[in-house]
């Protein structure tokens, strides 16, 4: 299959690379002139599309994904599909996609789980949304980049389960941090709270295949210096997503509000911008109740 794909970053180059090992002709491009391996790299969005069948696009936000999609949309080979894997506001994801209709072509918006590690390994989980006959052509794509893709329903289903699962894990992670921070403070040692937990009722992703405390579970960022992993900052803007998204369908979401707040404050005023998101748990090591 031909195959554009546009936004060669940290997600995007490993995705495009995985398409071209598998014997698809990629054409790229990414604005900063990043590549991939086996990605012919054109001069720019206009020429990647031509001829395309398929037009995927890996994008840092909404605004840009409409941007782009003006540019590209016009471009496209009859009856092609534009299958946006970014992670962004419902909203967009349904502009995107009835722009794209409009013009005759099929639209899906495919955001993922599996961080730069599932991206390189191929066993991402795709949350999609769009039409029956768009899922079936972009099925054997997911197949080669992941490991699951789940047709959640029609446009903006995808970002809405993204930005559904992501509130979850943003709650989870501080409640796990902040337990972590209490069962220190009660003379709690760490291995104990994990081997409790992780097999009790207060168990998650977040202390079994995350742990934010170092040198308990599985590997993860906090054996790392909090290195990312999954940036704080890419938390706080999923979890800004997910209350625009309250506000607009008038969901109350007060667990959400609150990290939304948490993580702003981490990432703007306690140095936590360039840290793992699990990095909440040196957070509130330092704080009293005060
Ligand atoms: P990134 O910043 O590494 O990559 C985005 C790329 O888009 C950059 O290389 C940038 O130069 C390029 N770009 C920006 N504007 C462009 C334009 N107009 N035309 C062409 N290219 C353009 O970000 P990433 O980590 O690859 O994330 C991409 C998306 O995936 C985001 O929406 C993010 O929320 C989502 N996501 C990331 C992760 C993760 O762990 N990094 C996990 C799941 C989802």
Redesign the pocket.
């Known amino acids: 299959m031909k195959i554009a794909f ?7 180059a490993p995705m495009a690379a995985n398409l071209a090992k598998a014997g698809h002709e990629v054409t790229g ?4 002139g ?1 590549s991939a391996e086996g990605v012919a790299v054109a001069e720019s ?1 206009v020429a990647a599309v031509a001829g395309a069948e398929v037009v995927i696009t ?4 909404g605004a ?1 994904l409409r ?2 999609a003006d540019e590209v949309i016009p471009a496209m080979a009859e009856g092609a599909v534009l299958l946006d ?4 506001d419902v909203e967009s994801a349904r502009a995107v996609a009835s722009q794209a209709e409009a013009a005759g072509l099929g639209a899906l918006d495919a ?6 590690g599932g ?1 390189a390994a191929g066993t991402l989980t795709f949350m999609v949304g769009g039409s029956d006959a768009a899922f079936a052509v972009g099925k054997p794509l997911f197949d080669i980049m992941g490991q699951k893709a789940v047709h959640c329903g029609p446009s903006g289903a995808g970002q809405a389960a993204k930005i559904c699962n992501n509130m979850i894990l943003g709650v989870t992670m501080i409640a796990t941090c902040e337990a972590f921070a209490l069962a220190d403070k009660l003379g709690l040692d760490r291995q104990s709270m994990f081997d409790v937990v992780s097999t009790s009722s207060g168990y998650s992703w977040s202390m079994n295949a995350y742990c934010p405390a170092p040198g308990v579970g599985p590997q993860s960022p906090s054996d790392n210096d909090y290195k ?4 704080a900052e ?1 938390m706080l ?2 979890l800004g997503l997910s209350q625009q998204a309250a506000e607009a369908a008038d969901a109350d979401t007060p667990m959400g509000q609150r990290a939304l707040e948490l993580y702003r404050s981490f990432v703007e005023d306690e140095s936590g911008r360039g840290m793992d998101f699990s990095a909440m748990l040196p957070r509130f090591e330092k704080r009293g109740r005060g």
Do not use: E
Request: charged share 10%; hydrophobic share 50%.
């Open positions: 546009i936004g060669l970053g940290n997600m995007g491009f990414d604005v900063a990043a969005s890996m994008l840092p936000n840009i941007a782009v894997c970014s992670t962004v955001p993922v789980s599996g961080g730069i991206a990312p992993g999954f940036a890419l803007k999923d």
